[in-house]
């Protein structure tokens, strides 16, 4: 994701500078959904992939919302001015860094064991001291 993103940041960078308009929402939109294919293709089957493709969604609707966001904070968003775009790019790099801090883990599977194990006891009656087992 960290490279994905990194790359789609470069491509809207590049786009901005050249006065590329093309260049820029590729890079834009390539940032927003690089969550949703790391996402999904990390839990490609046979694993569960519902989990990969809700992990997908919501990466794509926090880094969406956080670059929207940013962009109507300040004036210029109509027509994507500098000061737009670089509250777009750090909102999209903090949406980057949540979804990797809270988004991008794996939950283990509960390790199942049957567990047997026997402890001998002593115990006392009136014949004596005998050894018992507890199960």
């Avoid at 491509?11 to 294919?37: C, K, P, Q, R, Y």
């Avoid at 002593?122 to 005998?130: E, I, K, P, T």
Wanted: proline share 4%.
């Amino acid at each position: 994701m960290i490279v994905g993103g990194t790359l789609f940041l470069g491509v809207a960078a590049v786009g901005a500078a050249v006065d590329n308009d093309e260049l820029l929402v590729l890079g834009v939109t390539g940032s927003i959904l690089d969550g949703m294919f790391a996402h999904v293709g990390s839990y490609s089957p046979p694993k569960a992939w519902g989990i990969g493709l809700g992990k997908g969604l919501l990466s794509v609707a926090l880094r969406g919302s956080l670059a929207t966001g940013a962009c109507f904070i300040g004036a210029g968003c109509q027509e994507v001015s500098d000061a737009a775009l670089l509250r777009m790019s750090v909102a999209l790099v903090a949406g980057d860094a949540i979804d990797i801090a809270f988004l991008a883990y794996e939950t283990p599977a509960p390790d199942v064991r049957l567990s047997h194990h026997v402890a001998p006891l002593v115990s006392r009656d009136a014949l004596g001291a005998r050894w018992v087992g507890s199960f």
